[in-house]
């Protein structure tokens, strides 16, 4: 005879779940529908598919914060480097243009010069 202080058999349909009872857990009666075999079926498809979208989600978040982590830290600096090369180049080809210009002046301001002192002196 059972007691008040018993728990009901968790195998029979009863209104008090035990206490460890877990409602993110879908028990027999969420999925099956007496007649209706798509619906459960439907239902544990969708049930699967909640799994398997929160395990990729954990190992996405894991490699992202580990192994990813490293490669695109990688990739970024093998970029900076690259960008950082061809910033020096444009960079000292437009200074290069621009001290051709000034030079071309410079010398021949400089000749000028050294011509009028010569007839000068």
């Known amino acids: 005879m059972a007691t008040t202080h018993e728990q009901p058999d968790i195998m029979t349909d ?5 206490e460890s009872f877990d409602p ?3 028990v027999l009666t969420d999925v099956v529908v007496p007649g209706k075999p798509e619906y459960a079926r439907a239902a544990a498809v969708a049930y699967e598919a909640q799994l398997i979208a929160e395990r990729m989600q954990g190992r996405v978040t894991q490699f992202l914060s580990g192994d990813a982590r490293a490669l695109i830290e990688a ?3 093998d970029v900076l480097r690259a960008h ?3 910033l020096v180049q444009d960079i000292t080809r437009e200074v290069s243009l621009a001290l ?3 030079m071309r002046e410079w010398v021949s301001v400089a000749v000028e010069e050294e011509l009028r002192r010569q007839r000068e002196g």
Do not use: D, F, L, M
């Not at 009863?14 to 035990?18: E, I, S």
């Open 84 to 86: 950082s090369a061809k």
């Open 14 to 18: 009863t209104p008090n779940p035990p």
């Open 100 to 102: 051709e210009a000034h």
């Open 24 to 26: 993110s857990i879908p």
């Open 75 to 77: 990739r970024c600096q």
